[in-house]
């Protein structure tokens, strides 16, 4: 092993792309057992709804849903995290792969979520009101539309200033994976750029310590914007919030939106 006489003499990380199948698996590590946004859809729902979820990923809120009573139907555009998803089973659910821009399901629901950030990865306003406006053409007459959308911080939106977060989870294989999260908006399109970097290390003789990224681009609209986005597709906005529960701590990077459809 090499010793540094100082930390800026280290040579740097090398990052290897994300693979779709990675992605997957480190996304049902970190995300598979969060359920902390299940009370808030739950208090809209009525009893045994239809409910289109718009970005399922690997299912766990179309699980979670499910095992309420509800008939659920999740589509993504991912096919790993689809088929991720079919493993882990379930009643009562069935997977799609589809493009939310371009919803064509053969029938209308009492209800569709778009959970966690999902539509914040359409950067581009018109693709924006197209699947917010085929969100209306699926649901039902007084049908409901659910949100959770992502609202940058003063730190993120300020040019030339860059967000970083660190984490770090215990590894199934064994080790530790450390994730870090850097955000920062492209000052000449406004978008927010996010970066996530996993290094995977082993902690185990003859394991190589690896590192993997990939950068997402996310919509960086104030809360304003989405609620006029919203209402141009043909929603009255019911509530909003910024916690999943009263007793809950605010989030300011956190807009919950309850909607109806309106003829």
Not at 24 to 45: I, N, P, Q, R
Not at 87 to 106: E, V
Not at 107 to 134: C, M, S, W
Not at 142 to 169: E, H, K, R, W
Request: glycine share 6%; hydrophobic share 35%; proline share 5%.
């Amino acid at each position: 092993m090499k010793i540094y006489s100082d930390y800026d003499q280290e040579p740097e990380d090398h990052f290897e792309p994300l693979s779709p199948g990675f992605y997957t698996e480190m996304y049902e590590l970190e995300m598979g057992s969060f359920d902390a946004d299940l009370c808030y859809y739950k208090e809209f729902l009525a009893a045994r709804s239809s409910i289109l979820e718009i970005g399922c990923g690997t299912g766990r809120l179309s699980r979670l849903l499910a095992e309420e009573g509800h008939q659920v139907t999740g589509i993504d555009l991912s096919e790993a995290m689809l088929a991720c998803a079919g493993k882990k089973g379930g009643t009562n659910i069935r997977y799609i792969n589809m493009d939310m821009r371009d919803l064509q399901l053969s029938e209308k629901f009492d209800a569709v979520i778009i959970p966690y950030h999902t539509l914040n990865l359409l950067t581009d306003e018109q693709d924006i009101l197209r699947t917010l406006t085929g969100c209306h053409s699926h649901l039902r007459t007084d049908g409901q539309l659910l949100l959770q959308l992502y609202i940058p911080n003063a730190v993120t939106a300020d040019d030339g200033n860059a967000s970083f977060q660190f984490q770090m989870f215990d590894r199934p294989a064994g080790g530790k994976i450390v994730k870090e999260i850097i955000k920062k908006i492209n000052p000449e399109t406004g978008v927010l750029e996010m970066t996530e970097r996993y290094k995977i290390r082993p902690m185990q003789a003859g394991q190589p310590n690896t590192n993997f990224s990939h950068t997402m681009q996310l919509h960086s609209a104030s809360q304003e914007q989405w609620m006029r986005y919203v209402e141009a597709a043909g929603f009255d906005i019911l509530s909003s919030t910024n916690r999943y529960y009263p007793s809950a701590t605010p989030s300011p990077n956190m807009l919950l939106l309850h909607c109806r459809k309106t003829e």
